[in-house]
RNA sequence: GGAGAGAUGGCAGAGUGGUCGAUUGCGACGGUCUUGAAAACCGUUAAGGUGAAAGCCUUCAGGGGUUCGAAUCCCCUUCUCUCCUCCA
């Protein structure tokens, strides 16, 4: 959601912006539904006050005991009910047409992000280690040699774009997540949650999801959503809220399983684990005051870095231009990380600034100074990373010679052991 | 799932039809005092909308109703707590 007042007094400025995304937002209707319902919410307000007037004056009439003052003041508000009645459903539904328009205005780019409207358009920033080389096996064989993941019990008891993890596939899910929670929180201090996987239209509503993009998740219920990303159910546990100064920056780290149709991404990448419909990530979120919210996307950016590096992992980081951002954001970075097995890089985790778009809709404020009134906080997140493709650069990275997989020093104490065995042959 | 109780400002907690947007306490902020701090005392302190401004409007979980007038009365929904039932 956009600020009002910027899309009243620049309304070109709204427009260029949406247009660097590809997106035609419509203002015209905006303002055009904005006028009327300033004028007409200013007229029903002045009849409401002139109504409340002598609601109050039949109140002092009657406490001086003027019963006849009372009854005479008691029939001038007849007709003003009227009037408020047959104004009030008018101010509503403009109202309610403002409010939906409003919600399906893409957040607009920073200055610092590149035009641009596809993704041969984003711009390298920077690359971290350097491309393997030599032969290198797809994940989804060595997964299979290694008895780690089972592609046919996913398909059997779920259907396509599900997987059981078996072994150390299993082992291996479990000490990435906390390998990766741990550093976060030890590391890089933000705060561990653990919320809900599935939230109400109104969290979904508050980061972006709903209502544009409700074909790209699952419902469970009426009113009950499988999270897409625990950016979701994070971002609303501020909801309402007005924070303290010194209470900034808030930053949660939190791991849930993440669930996704894919609705538009039919037929890529069906092979091995890389595009799933069920999936688990860490996801970083940040609440900043907003003049520092660009120094926050840089180290939210290096936050997520450092598990790539911890890891040894070669990865390369993109700026994304405007085009390829998606709608909620203002600038956002990729991290790509390197896969030998596909030759190809994977994204791995997208950090994005959304400045006041996502505070807006969640209502989440912070006093900038003590006494002084609330503004919008910026929200910015950032996955920390997603678990399938982070196992596929590490194990088509890692494989040995005789087909075991070395595990990175600092994922031992989590995996148990420095290696995963090729399984002796029955 | 059944029965009961409740939802009020950053928090706690009064208020059961008429200057109540709301007593009070805590917290926070400003001041007096103090070398400084604490204590004590005095004062300030909800949010949103509209308007050039003065002002006006809205909000006591959410929605509807009664009334000239609702935090207060009635109906519905949601959530919380207690007891029962059930369950990992």
């Not at 004028?39 to 002139?50: F, G, R, Y």
């Not at 409340?52 to 009372?70: E, F, R």
């Not at 990275?397 to 997989?405: E, L, N, P």
Request: aromatic letters at 8%; glycine letters at 8%; one cysteine or more.
């Amino acid at each position: 959601m956009l600020d009002r007042k910027l899309i009243r007094e620049n309304p070109d400025f709204v427009k260029a912006g949406a247009l660097r995304k590809g997106i035609e937002a419509p203002v015209d209707e905006f303002l055009r539904i904005d006028s009327e319902w300033r004028a007409a919410i200013h007229d029903l307000e002045q009849k409401k006050a002139e109504s409340n007037k002598i609601s109050k004056s039949i109140g002092q009439l009657m406490g001086q005991g003027d019963q006849a003052g009372a009854e005479a003041a008691k029939a001038q508000t007849g007709e003003l009910k009227e009037a408020i009645k047959a104004l009030e459903p008018r101010v509503k539904d403009l109202e309610q047409q403002l409010e939906k328009l409003e919600l399906t205005f893409p957040n607009l780019p920073h200055e610092s992000t590149p035009d641009g409207l596809t993704p041969d358009e984003n711009v390298e920033v920077r690359a971290w280690g350097s491309q393997p080389t030599g032969d290198y096996k797809p994940h989804y064989d060595i997964a299979e040699e290694l008895q780690m993941i089972d592609f046919a019990a996913g398909a059997k008891i779920s259907g396509s774009g599900f997987v059981v993890y078996t072994g150390y596939g299993a082992k291996l899910v479990r000490a990435l997540t906390n390998f990766m929670l741990d550093f976060q929180v030890d590391e890089n201090h933000y705060s561990e949650v653990y919320p809900p996987a599935l939230v109400s239209s109104e969290s979904l509503t508050g980061t972006g999801n709903l209502p544009k993009f409700a074909d790209d998740l699952y419902r469970a219920d009426e009113d009950l959503w499988l999270v897409p990303t625990a950016e979701v159910p994070v971002t609303n546990l501020l909801r309402d809220e007005i924070l303290e100064p010194w209470q900034l920056p808030v930053k949660f780290a939190a791991y849930t399983p993440c669930f996704r149709k894919e609705a538009g991404a039919a037929g890529r990448d069906t092979r091995g684990i890389l595009r799933m419909h069920q999936f688990d990530k860490v996801e970083l979120v940040k609440f900043v005051r907003p003049e520092e919210s660009y120094d926050h996307l840089e180290e939210l950016v290096t936050n997520a870095e450092s598990i790539l590096q911890a890891l040894g992992l070669h990865y390369r980081v993109l700026l994304l231009c405007a085009g390829d951002m998606g709608d909620k954001g203002c600038k956002c970075y990729d991290l790509e990380v390197w896969a030998p097995g596909e030759q190809r890089y994977l994204e791995v985790s997208s950090c994005t600034n959304f400045e006041a778009f996502q505070a807006r809709r969640t209502n989440i404020r912070f006093r900038p100074e003590p006494g002084a009134p609330p503004e919008f906080v910026h929200i910015l997140n950032g996955s920390g990373l997603a678990v399938p493709r982070l196992m596929v650069a590490l194990l088509e990275t890692y494989r040995q010679a005789d087909g075991s997989i070395a595990i990175p020093e600092p994922l031992q104490r989590y995996m148990g052991t420095d290696v995963i065995p090729v399984p002796p042959t029955a």
